[in-house]
Antibody, heavy 131, light 112 residues
Framework: EVQLVESGGGLVQPGRSLRLSCTAS????????MSWVRQAPGKGLEWVGF??????????EYAASVKGRFTISRDDSKSIAYLQMNSLKTEDTAVYYC??????????????????????WGKGTTVTVSS | QPVLTQSSSASASLGSSVKLTCTLS???????IAWHQQQPGKAPRYLMK???????NKGSGVPDRFSGSSSGADRYLTISNLQSEDEADYYC??????????FGGGTKLTVL
């Protein structure tokens, strides 16, 4: 069974750091990009960032709201993705979800386009930033 | 950067059908999207990937009652024979050319 399990959430003071983990099972973790999405209480989904697979450089992209404060990394030998969160703010309070990212492509005329989408979600871990 | 627009709420009766809409912003009408369902108090669940042609691929275990279709910049999620467990928030998702993710604001579906 394909599964993602987040851990590491908790209560933390503003300005402090926290590291979340996402442990994957049921698929070849190293073949996939992984993403983090968060949801503040009573709000919609907000993308945090993602990390490509090593085959595509293992590089990362981040939402403007967390760029420079959050870092995503991966350990393919352990099938774990991490979200390192520094300089936390009260507005970072949310449930944090880990997702698997699928990649595909198609041709249109002479141009080849890539597309991505999330096809597996974890159950989430709650982060509360408060003094 | 594409923008995804969804109605904030929808309602339909038990056993009936409902069609939810996700509209892509101008210049992005060819984009592929994904639909996700979030039942109350639960994590989101992937429902399907939906192309501009109307072709869709559902996730494992998604009932046959869920289907997708497209028209221009509009991407639809149709739920037939509505069940009480279909009462949920539904989000659409897409990625821009810089691999940044965009979510729609979500539609809260009430089953009457």
């Amino acid at each position: 069974e394909v599964q993602l399990v987040e851990s590491g959430g908790g209560l933390v003071q503003p300005g402090r750091s926290l590291r979340l983990s996402c442990t994957a099972s049921g698929f070849t973790f190293g073949d996939y990009a992984m993403s983090w999405v968060r949801q503040a209480p009573g709000k919609g989904l907000e993308w945090v960032g993602f990390i490509r697979s090593k085959a595509y450089g293992g590089t990362t992209e981040y939402a403007a709201s967390v760029k420079g404060r959050f870092t995503i990394s991966r350990d393919d030998s352990k099938s774990i993705a991490y979200l390192q969160m520094n300089s936390l703010k009260t507005e970072d309070t949310a449930v944090y979800y880990c997702t698997r990212v699928r990649r595909g492509g198609y041709s249109s005329g002479w141009t080849y386009y890539y597309y991505y989408y999330m096809d597996v979600w974890g159950k989430g871990t709650t982060v509360t930033v408060s003094s | 950067q594409p923008v995804l627009t969804q109605s904030s709420s929808a309602s339909a009766s038990l056993g009936s059908s409902v069609k939810l809409t996700c509209t892509l912003s101008s210049g992005h009408s060819s984009y592929i999207i994904a639909w996700h369902q979030q039942q109350p108090g639960k994590a989101p669940r992937y429902l399907m990937k939906l192309e501009g042609s109307g072709s869709y691929n559902k996730g494992s275990g998604v009932p046959d009652r869920f289907s997708g279709s497209s028209s221009g910049a509009d991407r639809y999620l149709t739920i037939s024979n509505l069940q009480s467990e279909d009462e949920a928030d539904y989000y659409c998702e897409t990625w821009d050319s810089n691999t940044n993710v965009v979510f729609g604001g979500g539609t809260k579906l009430t089953v009457l």
